[in-house]
């Protein structure tokens, strides 16, 4: 009974999101996909009754693969629209004008920025702490990219290259093969900071070249809070130096790359120095 009880809620679930929130789907398509879910009903229900109760979950797998297929249209149909409204009228505006649900929202755009969203960083966080402050953007911001980069992440790690091929360009994934051949570390905290290539791309390169994910999640961590704070609060600082919040953020990027580059220099160097004088050691 339980089994059936599933079915029934599985059935309800996928009508609902079918009738309800899918308004372009065609009214032929609706009724197909209504009368199939009616079907595998019926034929749960005549399983029960014939006592056939172990074909039940080929029937489960079938309305669930429908459930998932009316998701799907769904997911695709939202993002869609999203995008477009951001395209039309931009995140600011978007924002102002939920300023109920605006935190949310922002989340959800820095959430998704990392694996399908086009919208630069330099765009958005300005654009919300703009509406929602300085210190909420920044906190929102990090939170919501660092979690989007970690879902990422473990799409390129389990899913392997099929999968991920679907959201990023073979082009643009060598690029970063090319970038991180050698010093990992120094190149991959780089390449968040500065917009060398696109987030989601750096994200499927470190799970499908098997960068440990304690590794990954540090460098991402503290790349996204660099980058969420002073894209932040970059609207204070464009006025007081009188420059553009791209050129700010430009900026900041620069300098952060010349922070960490002369830190790389000084390593090697030293390491150098190091392996110097333990050859004259061993040779003496």
């Known amino acids: 009974m339980k089994e059936l009880t599933l079915h029934i809620v599985l059935a309800t679930i996928s009508i609902l999101i079918l009738v309800t929130s899918l308004p372009t789907v065609v009214t032929i398509y609706k ?37 998932l297929c009316i ?16 395209d039309q009228y931009g995140v600011e505006r978007l924002l102002t004008n939920h300023i109920a649900t605006a935190k949310l929202l922002f989340f959800l755009i820095c959430l998704f920025q990392p694996i399908f969203l086009p919208l630069p960083e330099a765009l958005t966080i300005p654009a919300g702490s703009a509406v929602i402050g300085s210190f909420s953007g920044a906190l929102i911001g990090f939170l919501g990219s660092t979690l989007g980069i970690v879902i990422m992440y473990f799409l390129a790690r389990i899913g392997g290259l099929k999968l991920v091929s679907k959201f990023v360009k ?29 987030d989601e791309i750096i994200c499927v390169g470190a799970g ?14 503290i790349s996204k809070l660099i980058t969420s704070s002073l894209l932040s609060y970059s609207v204070y600082l464009a006025k ?17 790359a010349c922070i960490l580059s002369l830190s790389f220099i000084i390593k090697k160097s030293i390491k150098r120095t190091n392996s110097k004088e333990a050859y004259v050691t061993q040779s003496e």
């Open 31 to 67: 009724i197909s996909f209504i009368f199939a879910i009616m079907g595998i009903l019926l034929l749960d229900f005549y399983l029960v009754v014939s006592n056939h109760r172990k074909f039940l979950k080929v029937t489960k797998i079938a309305l669930i693969s429908l459930l």
């Open 71 to 86: 998701a799907v249209v769904g997911i695709v149909f939202y993002a869609s629209q999203f995008l477009v409204f951001i």
């Open 170 to 198: 073979e082009r643009q994934l060598k690029k970063y093969q090319e970038y991180v051949k050698k010093n990992e570390t120094i190149i991959l905290t780089l390449m968040f900071i500065i917009p060398i290539l696109p």
């Open 208 to 221: 499908i070249s098997k960068v440990s994910f304690k590794k990954f999640l540090l460098i991402a961590s």
């Open 240 to 256: 007081f130096f009188s420059l553009t919040t791209s050129q700010i953020a430009l900026t900041s990027s620069i300098v952060i």
